[in-house]
């Protein structure tokens, strides 16, 4: 019996992938609710965290963005998941570093619309490393089908 083993996109991010693909949301989430706290209380310091936490935030995506990168250039098949995951992540990252030249401005002048990417920017990381890590938990079991040779013709 002869069993032909298709190509399955079933990957399991590397430690250091996860590592800087889960550290990422936290530093988007903190740079959100750092904006958030800027445009409440007017104080220019919760400015330079958000700033800050921007920074690592594209730091830590643009890494990561680099092991998509190689895993979509991996994939097989590479429509799907593989490019829904690195397009996101390029996104996020984009507006991650867009966010962090707003972020340059002085005072008041980050608001409105360092406020409106970092609202874009939270949700879209966390959906990326929904879909980039949710195959830690499930093994590689790859696709068995027998040829039609051995099923008599039907496949």
Partial sequence: MTATTLPDYRYRPGPLHAILLAGSVPLFLGALL???TYYLTYQPQ???FAAWLLFGAALFSGLALLFALVNLIRARPKSGRPTRYFLLLLVSW?????????????AFAVMPLGLVLSVIAAPLILVAAWIGLSNLRSGYVPVVRASARETGGVA
């Fill in 94 to 106: 984009a507006l991650a570093v867009l966010n962090s030249f707003e972020h340059g401005k002085d």
């Fill in 46 to 48: 919760w400015s330079n």
């Fill in 34 to 36: 750092s904006d958030a």
